[in-house]
């Protein structure tokens, strides 16, 4: 097996990671990310995460669908549906949901929803990649 999928490989309905990506939001986690976007304090109460952290791992989670390198990262959405807290366990996984060749480049876009433990739905979007070269 290849270490990326070529672009004939993937299809619309494909999910990536076949298990989502499970990560904890610790205070540790919360504090590092409000130091690298330069905050210090914590939003709402001190039992409250940024929303924008579960963005954080759409990185891991773009990894996790193997594309060849030289891709580009076209656009992004994002949208919060709820607070997060301290502590909190997320999952996040994708789907394909389109693909198409614009201007004889292969383009790729991706749903992706975070979950907390229960189910609920913390974060959604979609992401819309320019393949990279499969050879």
């Known amino acids: 097996m290849s270490e990326y999928r070529r672009y004939d490989e993937v299809s619309v309905g494909d999910v990536f990671p076949a298990e989502p990506l499970s990560f904890s939001v ?3 986690a919360v504090d590092t990310f409000l130091s690298a976007t330069g905050n210090s304090v914590r939003p709402g ?5 940024p929303s924008m952290i579960a963005s954080v791992y759409l990185v891991d989670l773009l990894a996790a669908r193997r ?8 656009k992004q959405t994002i949208r919060f549906h709820r607070a997060i807290g301290i502590g909190e366990r997320l999952e996040i996984q994708a789907k394909v949901v389109e693909k198409y060749v614009r201007k004889e480049r292969p383009y790729v876009v991706s749903d992706f929803e975070a979950r907390g433990a229960d189910g609920s739905l913390v974060s959604s979007g979609r992401i819309t990649s320019i393949w990279g070269r499969d050879q």
């Open 26 to 28: 610790t205070p540790e």
């Open 45 to 49: 109460s001190a039992q409250r995460a």
């Open 67 to 74: 594309s060849p390198p030289g891709g580009i990262h076209a």
